[in-house]
């Protein structure tokens, strides 16, 4: 690093299939750290949500422009100096490495790890998302689980929200220390 340059604040991102609970433990993660929260869904083109609410699996084309615009927001989160905590399922390392990459290697992952059925029964369950529960054999078809990857902490989802949230957060502390991956759960 060079002398009288500051380093960019930690970016985190919230990642894993849909109904994992990325939005509620990432507004939480980012509550307890005095950082940020974006909901990464918001960041969707409608070409995106519309075949998402017609039961139609985006393909990379689809989600490449995505994830250049959450790329965008940590980019400038980080030239404001502010922290932040964004929700995105990132399923590919591509994916993952896109992000790396836009943030300048700054960037931690929260994996939600969880069984097909859980994540089934929490998407039958909610209420007004456009993601409807025929994707998410899509989904975890197309997941590559972030297995070794640098900076990942991975949290098992069938703890309670508060639960899932200390984990997170004590993931992310261990890592400012030594770095690597840090299974939780």
Not at 122 to 143: I, N
Request: a negative charge; charged letters at 20%; aromatic letters at 4%.
């Amino acid at each position: 690093m060079e002398l009288g340059k500051k380093t960019p604040p930690l970016a985190v991102v919230v990642m894993g299939v849909s109904g994992c609970g990325k939005s509620s433990v990432g507004a939480r993660v980012a509550a307890q750290n005095g950082m940020l929260f974006l909901e990464g869904d918001q960041l969707h083109p409608a070409g995106n949500v519309e075949k998402m609410v017609q039961g139609i699996p985006l393909a990379d084309d689809d989600r490449l422009p995505w994830l250049d615009r959450i790329g965008e927001e940590i980019r400038t989160a980080q030239e404001t100096s502010l922290g932040l905590v964004i929700s995105c399922s990132v399923l590919k390392r591509s994916y993952r490495d896109r992000l790396r990459q836009a943030a300048d290697g700054h960037l931690a992952f929260i994996f939600l790890d969880g069984s097909r059925d859980l994540l089934l029964s929490r998407m039958q369950a909610r209420q007004g998302h456009f993601m409807p529960a025929s994707l998410l054999d899509s989904q975890l078809q197309t997941l590559e689980p972030p297995t070794g990857e640098a900076n990942v902490v991975t949290v098992a989802i069938d703890n309670a929200l508060d639960d899932i949230v200390a984990l997170a957060c004590q993931g992310l502390s261990g890592m400012a220390v030594k770095g690597g991956v840090y299974h939780a759960g």
